[in-house]
T-cell receptor, first 119, second 113 residues
Framework: DTEVTQTPKHLVMGMTNKKSLKCEQHMGHRAMYWYKQKAKKPPELMFVYSYEKLSINESVPSRFSPECPNSSLLNLHLHALQPEDSALYLC??????????????????FGNGTRLTVT | EDKVVQSPLSLVVHEGDTVTLNCSYEVTNFRSLLWYKQEKKAPTFLFMLTSSGIEKKSGRLSSILDKKELFSILNITATQTGDSAVYLCAVGCSSDSNYQLIWGAGTKLIIKP
């Protein structure tokens, strides 16, 4: 088990559904990330929050909507997804974040992911 | 364009063998190189390398970075079936205002008993 907790572990949703993925960490990390990973591919960055503010949005379609209610929580709201959005969604956190004028490097710690299937 | 290339893409060895995985990179504003192991779910962090020539070691795993030749290797000695996984290399690069983690495609390692 990792120190980054993601729920649910599995999710099956129809294209008209609205659902949310949740991520929680209590390591005091100031940066949190959403990644999407397709089979046999490396993770693809979707969003980065630094100090609870959206820092990076990698041109992700608006049917994915991130939210960072506080420094420990990160949500990903899903609406009107397509079957090609089926993937493993990974949350990660790191100590580093945008502090002052530059990012502080530190390794990412990943959750176990949510396996999403869109039907 | 920034890129990270891992080799080989897949590798099958027998238990007890030693393996060397390679990661080469071409990026601007290099900050760090990270190795992860991914079995079925979360990538788990192995090493973060920022300085050339300093070996990092954890049990049977070790890694080193060469910033002149722009590559890193991950060594696993006395391999066990539990080492079977995809090993991912990622390079962190940044400007003052932004940060990117560029991922390699991974090396799939299979250890046969």
């Amino acid at each position: 088990d990792t120190e980054v907790t993601q729920t649910p572990k599995h999710l099956v949703m129809g294209m008209t559904n609205k659902k949310s993925l949740k991520c929680e960490q209590h390591m005091g990390h100031r940066a949190m990330y959403w990644y999407k990973q397709k089979a046999k591919k490396p993770p693809e960055l979707m969003f980065v929050y630094s100090y609870e503010k959206l820092s990076i949005n990698e041109s992700v379609p608006s049917r994915f909507s991130p939210e960072c209610p506080n420094s420990s929580l990160l949500n990903l709201h899903l609406h009107a997804l397509q079957p090609e959005d089926s993937a493993l969604y990974l949350c990660a956190s790191s100590q580093g974040g945008h502090s002052g004028r530059r990012w502080r490097d530190s390794p990412l710690h990943f959750g176990n992911g949510t396996r999403l299937t869109v039907t | 364009e920034d890129k990270v290339v891992q080799s080989p893409l897949s590798l099958v060895v027998h238990e007890g063998d030693t393996v060397t995985l390679n990661c080469s990179y071409e990026v601007t504003n290099f900050r760090s190189l990270l190795w992860y192991k991914q079995e079925k779910k979360a990538p788990t962090f192995l090493f973060m390398l920022t300085s050339s020539g300093i070996e990092k070691k954890s049990g049977r795993l070790s890694s080193i970075l060469d910033k002149k030749e722009l590559f890193s290797i991950l060594n696993i000695t006395a391999t066990q079936t539990g080492d079977s996984a995809v090993y991912l290399c990622a390079v962190g690069c940044s400007s003052d205002s932004n940060y990117q983690l560029i991922w390699g495609a991974g090396t799939k390692l299979i250890i046969k008993p």
